[in-house]
């Protein structure tokens, strides 16, 4: 059986949500959609190029009504251009905040 490389502490949920996010330092705020999430992390893709080391706030919307949506901040940790316009961006989430 091959070993496996993900040596990551949390194992991930696939999530693809509409979410928004918000330079806190700016007040810019940008759209994503989550692609998979973790009790330490998130990966997204969004239009807007962001900057590996800065910091967002986030709001990830459930696709179950009944499920509050996730705030939390992030720092980003890489960024990577998948298509013309689109990138991968990861992200660890540095705290929750309330609704």
């Known amino acids: 059986m091959p070993e496996s490389t993900d040596h990551r502490k949390f194992s991930r949920s696939t999530t693809e949500c509409n979410m ?8 810019a705020k940008g759209t994503a ?7 330490a992390g998130i990966l997204f893709k969004t239009h807007e190029k962001l900057t590996q080391g800065c910091s967002l706030e986030i709001s990830v919307q459930s696709v179950n009504p009944n499920t509050p949506p996730l705030n939390a ?9 998948i298509e013309d316009n689109l990138y991968e961006i990861a992200a660890t989430i540095e705290g929750i905040k309330g609704v």
């Open 20 to 27: 928004v996010f918000t330079h806190p330092s700016t007040g």
């Open 33 to 39: 959609i989550s692609l998979n999430l973790s009790a």
């Open 73 to 81: 901040i992030v720092e980003i940790n890489r960024v990577t251009p």
